[in-house]
């Protein structure tokens, strides 16, 4: 999600300097991996985040949206060094970037923060579904390395269905292989349905389950009909961004019902776990907690659960 206007601008630096060698599992306890895996993991075999954002102060080199201004940045800097610093720690060696919307459709920073650390990142990017070129430029992106796009509701979901253009990179998204990631609010679920009948070939991965919980309080109807769309195939949900929804606080227990629910419609190997950093590490909210609701729960989830929500899914979708 992006920050709210009124997002508190403190944030926990954890210092600049990445963690050396991308072997910081190895500083796990041990009991903490063997919680969720009866084999040690192997480098590069540690968690996947689905769903982070990173940006840099740097405003010179990487130039906002015109329709963003400085004071937009909030944190004014989440670099993947910042980023390291938060999840390598815990497990975290791979991480799905999406595109941030204070670059609008420039995606230099995130081309050349995947050319800086070759290997751990994978890029949903920006696209503008409206125009006439859409599926030619999806194909150039991906040809650059994206493996989905984000597409964002601002109210216009219910056209969605009936747009040739989003049709038409639906269709793009069938045949060349790459996953279309909705960021909408539990009333857009139904226009997601209706594409997803048009295309059912497409993957599908939706943000946040859906924003169900943003209002404070989980809508079952709408919890419902999110679990409706687990009857196409393709479809994934993103169990993330847990500093957003329900309580809004740690440990995010009141969640665990939502959790449940879509487990049991979608099954584990197509949920997968992400924070939305940095919004996750924004005042009382930590990346630790975020991991732990998957990682320490002891009421839902299998060890073999934890290892698709927290890894294989997001390895077979973003990292194929
Ligand atoms: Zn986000």
């Keep these: 999600m992006h920050a709210p206007s009124d997002r508190r601008s403190f944030v926990k630096r954890l210092g600049q300097t990445a963690v050396a060698g991308g072997l910081a599992w190895r500083l796990l306890p041990s009991s903490d991996i063997q919680a969720a895996t009866a084999t040690p993991m ?15 102060p740097d405003t010179k080199k990487y130039p ?8 937009d940045m909030q944190p004014p800097s989440f670099t993947p060094e910042e980023l390291w610093a938060q999840c390598k720690p815990v497990g975290v060696d791979r991480i799905v970037l999406i595109q941030m919307s204070f670059y609008g459709l420039d995606h230099s920073y995130m081309w050349d923060a995947m050319s800086a ?3 751990v990142f994978s890029a949903v990017a920006l696209i503008d579904h409206q125009s006439d070129s859409v599926a030619k430029n999806a194909k150039e ?13 601002h109210g216009d979901a219910k056209d969605w269905p009936t747009s040739k253009t989003m049709q038409q990179l639906w ?8 996953a279309v990631c909705p960021l909408i609010n539990p009333q857009d679920i139904q226009f997601v349905d209706k594409l997803c009948e048009q295309f059912p070939k497409t993957r599908v991965v939706v943000d946040h389950f ?12 709408r919890l419902d009909e999110l679990c409706k ?3 196409h195939p393709n479809v994934h949900v993103k169990v993330s961004a847990y500093y957003a929804l329900g309580k809004k606080q740690a440990p995010y227990h009141d969640l665990k019902p939502m959790i449940r629910q879509v487990l049991k419609a979608y099954g584990p190997q197509r949920l997968m776990w992400a924070t939305d950093c940095p919004y996750q590490v924004q005042g009382d909210h930590t990346y630790k907690a975020s ?26 979708v973003f990292f194929g």
């Design 210 to 221: 859906a924003r169900i919980g943003v209002s404070g309080t989980v809508e079952q109807d």
């Design 171 to 178: 269709k793009a998204a069938a045949d060349e292989g790459f």
């Design 117 to 119: 650390h070759p290997g």
């Design 291 to 316: 991991l732990d609701l998957i990682l320490s729960d002891t009421e839902i989830l299998t060890a073999s659960d934890k290892q698709w929500i927290l890894r294989d899914t997001a390895k077979k």
């Design 42 to 56: 192997q480098p590069g075999e540690g968690w996947i985040d689905a769903h982070v954002h990173v940006w840099t």
């Design 141 to 153: 992106l991906v040809n650059r390395g994206a493996k989905g796009f984000r597409i964002h509701s």
């Design 64 to 71: 906002l949206d015109k329709a963003f201004k400085l004071s």
């Design 229 to 231: 769309l687990a009857r």
